[in-house]
């Protein structure tokens, strides 16, 4: 065996020893605020329903402010309004516990009788026959009435005499009759700490709302903001947005539970009312909400009804209102999303209901969402949004990129076709497919791509154009929109009115004879092979807008190719690059090709991650150009404009031959 080898200490440095320091400190604060929260909860838990209850709470005090009622006023008013409709909900809510626990009894016997029917129709003696006799035992014994003979004492006149030593005399100890106050210590002991929750929860509400903008002032100062203005307004922002949310959320959630408890109601489930309360509440969590709601009043239909209709009308109900309320009435009244990731809302479920218990399971969602918003709005707390929000961690750009490198353009394009149903195909290579590619010319520079990943890329980049070669680039109707959310993020980056989304179409007919070729535009890249993906894209939307074109390598322009270059009904040349290190390549690769095509315009395509105007014509006249343009919907935008002015030249000049033929 060979001889273990010590290896040297390697000394870390201190940036590492920083980077070491703060995530350790990272962690350790992250473990104080969790335990802060579960053993706090008693304060924290009615501080945050205080906070979700002034964001329900606010539009209705911006509203009495706005008809000239005093904010102090129009609080409390709000305030007394909302409480009271709590603690009214709250009785109606006892009341029917109450009414439920004492009718149970009576649905023994239908349980009873439905689990032997069961037997009946099940062969041999299965869990539901032993269910059946552990019931009819716990019946019987519960009917039993008291066995007086079972009290009397051995040896009494009445009964039999035994012989032997005299038995114990039992001895019972009775407590004296409880002092009035006694019996109101007792009355008021279980009140105490719900009160004095609702009570906490009451000064909350009021100050949170009278001291709203001095709170919001103190957020910025504690994030730290550098742009007051710019925090300010996005602060404000959400506040609006979480306010509007959270109180449609609960009007629509009541509206629910109104409607559940109708239709229960209807259908005669005993405690409707119970269930309907319940329903709206429970709805309020992701996902399973619903299903834990429907499962008491179905199983209560089960215990009262001898047939099966009730269970299954019940059924039905929750069948249609559930997919109703949530896919047709939630999208049309605040959107698709709360803006949470699915995997965050399970996540935060889980995380609250350990620490707070069931109202953390009813509170995950809205506290998520706003530490969501938080992130979204301050800089600090961006990772927050990160974590949890539901828009993509990376950039359309980056996405984009980041599947050209794994060669999945398949994927790419399913999301390009999700971003046609709201934008044009040009906004989509501009702000999208080329942004990606500068970001891989960036890698390139740096020697991060070496030759097989750039051939992977091209030729993605090039199967990608073709998926979408049969997508119509006129503006997409108003009706269709995205749900996806990295679709959505890409259009949120491009304006409804840019001049990408207006580009014309050009009709075949209508092109002038020199246009009628097979491929009246050349595309060129100009030295790598990102040039060459560019040039592919290039040529593909060009073609999309009536102009075919096709694409040549950069090895095309070199001295031993450029003259067997097929210039075949070429009557204009794209040169593109990506790469503005190459000045002098570009003015070589224009004088060869116009020593190939002396007639033909050629367009010098610079798409340059950041390049002003003045450098970009600077680069056009030392290349001596025709033409420059600085993205992929510029340069076809130039092609459409030079093929409509060659036939309003050659449409004047007809009607100046008419003339003097006439004259």
Known sequence: MRPLTRQPFKARSTEELLALLAAVATAILAVIIVSMLYFGRDIF??????????????????????????????VVSVVILAF????????????????????????????SEKIQAFRDTKAGSGTLERASDMLKDLSKELDKPKDASSARVPGSVLGPKVSGPPAPVPVEVRQPDPSALESLRTLISPLVHPLATTFIIIIFVIFILLQREDLRNRLIRLAGSYDLQRTTAALDDAASRLSRLFLTQLILNGAFGV?????????????????????????????????????????????????????????????????????????????????L????????????????????????????????????????????????GDRPALSPPEIFYQRMLA??????????????????????????????????????????????????????????AG??????????????????????????????????????????????????????????????????????????????????????????????NVFSLDTTGVTMVCLVYLDPSGPAHMRYSVRRLRRKLPTATIILGCWLKEIDPAALEALRENAKADLVASSVAEAVRLCIEAARAKDQRQETLGQETSATAAA
């Open 84 to 111: 009271s409709l709590i603690f009214a909900l709250g009785s109606l809510l006892a009341t029917q516990l109450t009414q439920l626990a004492g009718d149970l009894p009576r649905y023994q016997s239908t349980i």
């Open 341 to 388: 990731s699915p995997v965050a809302v399970v996540v935060s479920a889980t995380f609250w209901t350990a620490l707070w218990g069931p109202i953390g399971l009813v509170l995950a969602t809205p506290l998520t969402v706003c530490l969501v918003v938080l992130g979204r709005h301050v800089e600090r707390l961006e990772f927050l949004d990160v974590m949890f």
């Open 467 to 560: 998926d979408l070669s049969d997508q119509d680039d006129r503006p997409p109707p108003k009706r269709d929109s995205t749900t996806d959310a990295e679709a959505s993020s890409a259009v949120e980056s491009v304006a409804e009115n840019a001049a990408n989304e207006t580009l014309p179409i050009l009709e075949k007919e209508a092109l002038p004879p020199e246009w009628l070729g097979e491929h009246p535009i050349l595309c060129v890249a100009g030295r790598s092979l990102l040039d060459e993906a560019a040039a592919i894209m290039l040529a593909e939307l060009s073609t999309a807008h009536g102009l075919a074109a096709r694409v040549e390598p950069a090895e095309a322009l070199s001295t031993r």
């Open 45 to 74: 838990v009615p501080v945050a329903l205080a906070i979700l209850l002034s964001f329900v709470l606010a539009p209705l005090v911006g509203l009495l402010q706005r008809i000239s009622v005093p904010r102090g006023l129009a």
């Open 259 to 339: 409607v559940i408890g109708t239709g229960l109601w209807l259908i005669g489930t005993p405690s409707a009312i119970l269930w309907g309360i319940l329903a709206a509440a429970l709805r309020f969590v992701p996902y399973v909400g619903a299903v834990i709601a429907a499962a008491f009043p179905l199983a209560l239909a089960v215990a009262v009804d001898p047939g099966w209709s009730m269970l299954l009308w019940t059924l039905a109900l929750f069948l249609v209102v559930e997919p109703v309320v949530g896919h047709v009435v939630e999208p049309m009244v605040y959107g698709h999303s709360t803006g």
């Open 407 to 464: 060669g999945d353009p398949t994927e790419a394009a399913e999301k390009a076709e999700e971003f046609l149903k709201e934008r044009s195909l040009a906004s989509y290579y501009d702000d999208v497919a080329l942004k990606g590619l500068q970001l891989a010319q960036a890698d390139a520079e740096r020697g991060a791509l070496d030759h097989e990943r750039l051939i992977k890329i091209r030729d993605a980049v090039s199967e990608f």
